[in-house]
Structure formats: C-alpha cells, structure tokens
C-alpha cells in the first residue's frame, strides 16, 4: 500500500489458501473478497488474470482463499507427472504455471507483488518462476532462518526457467524496536547465512501486538488507522511508529531495486 500511495499502480496477487488479506485491507464480505476464485480460475481454466478490484487507490487485488486448493492439487499432479518425464526441461515446465498468466497483465502495472505462502513449496516456486524480484521476510528464531535456507534452496530450483531471478534482500520483521544490539546480531547472522547474495534491509518491522491486533479487527493499515482520533493515543503513538516503518521500508525497497536495475544495465553500457 505504501507504494500504491506513491502513485505507483500496483496488483497485489495474494497465492495464499489462507487468504488474509481480506482482513488486512477490510474487503471481507465484500465483492473484492472471492476466497480465490478468480485466481483459480485463471490458473486452471485459462481465464484473464484481472483483479477482482480496487482496494485503494492504486492498489489492484487478486485475492487468495481456499479455492486456491485446488490449485495446488493440480500443481502436485503436475509434478508427479513431470518426474515420469527423461526431460529435464519437462521435469522443469510445471513450476511455470503461473508465469504466462501474470506476463499477460504486466504492461499494465508499475508494480506487481506476489505474496506467497511461507510453507507451500509449490506456490513459492510458481512465484520464483514468474517474478524478477525476491524480497523474504524473516524473524530472528532459528526456525525462521532455517526457513530463510530453505527459500534460498527453491530459489536455486526456480533459476533454471527463470534465469533473470534477482534476490533483493531479507526483511527482518516482528522485532523490538528498542533492542538496537540485539538487530544487530540478528542482521549480521543473517548476513552471514546470505553469504553474500544479498543484503539485509536496515530497515526493521517492529512488534506491537496491539497494533497488529487493531489493525485486523478495522480493516486498516497502520497509516490508516493511526489518523482515527477516537483511538487510545498510546495505540495511535504505537500505529504511527509502525507506519513510519513501513514507509522506509518501501522506500528502502524501492532503493534496492534501482541499484539492481542499474547494475544489470552496466555490461551493455560498458559494451
């Protein structure tokens, strides 16, 4: 959302089975909220990949839900096919499902976001396939990390169909915003698991349970909510410090980006 504010037109594409977005941006019980149908439906039957509508301004929605199941059992019977398959090429074809329905809609998009899973291998590798840019985010547990391992692996299998596949950083999210040692060991660990592929944004989300909380029973973003005057002013002071992190989180994200841009464009303008 906080690109869409800058004036960027974004589609946000939620390959999920969960669904939450709904909550998220308050669309639930509404039209925009279709349990991903519409997504399903492209996926498996060829339809136009179209979002289901305008969340905010600019802000363009695809939502997940529980239709999306079906999806996934194709994408397992796919698998189990290919690997019948001496090709490689074949054992590779079906994590690209994705890909041709979402180059059908990119000219008509500044920005598009794939917010995938954390668990579901599938759904992650037809995302990797289909997308330029990777951003992970990750918490501080070891469980988290070894998570963090493991995307690094599927993005290893996705590269083979999607060789212009670019890691553009991990997020560290739900930390104490005061803790500012405690960062620091937790950016440097990381660091040391991305061995250099990519960097660690500077850029943190902080945890505030209650926020999060308000946030979902509203329907609204901390940048929204925190303008509700008949909210408790410790809770605005709260919403307010997490919109200011993800508004430098954006900016930091879109920083990244220009920098990688510009770097893929430096061996043709060398030549």
């Given at each position: 959302m906080a690109l869409a504010k800058t004036g960027l037109k974004v589609l946000l594409v939620e390959i999920d089975e969960q669904g939450n977005h709904n909550e998220d941006l308050g669309t639930t019980g509404s039209e925009l909220a279709d349990d991903g149908q519409a997504q399903a439906a492209a996926i498996l039957e060829g339809k136009p990949f179209a979002p289901v509508g305008e969340a905010r301004p600019n802000l363009f929605v695809i939502p997940g839900g529980t239709e999306l199941q079906?999806?996934?059992?194709?994408?397992?019977?796919?698998?189990?096919?290919a690997a019948l398959s001496d090709d490689a090429e074949d054992q590779l074809a079906w994590m690209g499902m994705y890909t041709a329905a979402i180059d059908a809609v990119r000219h008509l998009y500044d920005v598009i976001l794939l917010d995938v899973a954390p668990g579901s291998e599938p759904l992650q590798l037809q995302a990797l396939v289909a997308g330029d840019m990777v951003l992970v985010p990750t918490r501080s547990d070891p469980s988290s990390r070894k998570g963090l391992r493991t995307v690094?692996?599927?993005?290893?299998?996705?590269?083979?169909?999607?060789?212009?596949?670019?890691?553009?950083?991990?997020?560290?999210?739900?930390?104490a915003s005061s803790a500012t040692r405690v960062q620091q060991k937790i950016k440097s660990q990381l660091t040391e698991d991305l061995n250099g592929v990519a960097g660690v944004m500077e850029q943190t989300i902080r945890h505030v349970e209650a926020a999060a909380v308000a946030c979902r029973t509203h329907g609204k973003v901390p940048q929204e909510l925190a303008a509700d005057p008949d909210l408790d002013p410790a809770l605005r002071r709260s919403l307010h410090a997490l919109a200011g992190d993800y508004r430098s989180l954006a900016l930091e994200v879109l920083q990244a980006k220009a920098e990688l841009d510009h770097a893929d464009t430096r061996p043709e303008e060398a030549a």
């Amino acid at each position: 959302m906080a690109l869409a504010k800058t004036g960027l037109k974004v589609l946000l594409v939620e390959i999920d089975e969960q669904g939450n977005h709904n909550e998220d941006l308050g669309t639930t019980g509404s039209e925009l909220a279709d349990d991903g149908q519409a997504q399903a439906a492209a996926i498996l039957e060829g339809k136009p990949f179209a979002p289901v509508g305008e969340a905010r301004p600019n802000l363009f929605v695809i939502p997940g839900g529980t239709e999306l199941q079906d999806v996934v059992e194709e994408l397992y019977c796919q698998r189990r096919a290919a690997a019948l398959s001496d090709d490689a090429e074949d054992q590779l074809a079906w994590m690209g499902m994705y890909t041709a329905a979402i180059d059908a809609v990119r000219h008509l998009y500044d920005v598009i976001l794939l917010d995938v899973a954390p668990g579901s291998e599938p759904l992650q590798l037809q995302a990797l396939v289909a997308g330029d840019m990777v951003l992970v985010p990750t918490r501080s547990d070891p469980s988290s990390r070894k998570g963090l391992r493991t995307v690094a692996r599927r993005f290893g299998q996705a590269r083979p169909l999607n060789p212009l596949l670019r890691l553009l950083g991990v997020v560290v999210f739900a930390t104490a915003s005061s803790a500012t040692r405690v960062q620091q060991k937790i950016k440097s660990q990381l660091t040391e698991d991305l061995n250099g592929v990519a960097g660690v944004m500077e850029q943190t989300i902080r945890h505030v349970e209650a926020a999060a909380v308000a946030c979902r029973t509203h329907g609204k973003v901390p940048q929204e909510l925190a303008a509700d005057p008949d909210l408790d002013p410790a809770l605005r002071r709260s919403l307010h410090a997490l919109a200011g992190d993800y508004r430098s989180l954006a900016l930091e994200v879109l920083q990244a980006k220009a920098e990688l841009d510009h770097a893929d464009t430096r061996p043709e303008e060398a030549a």
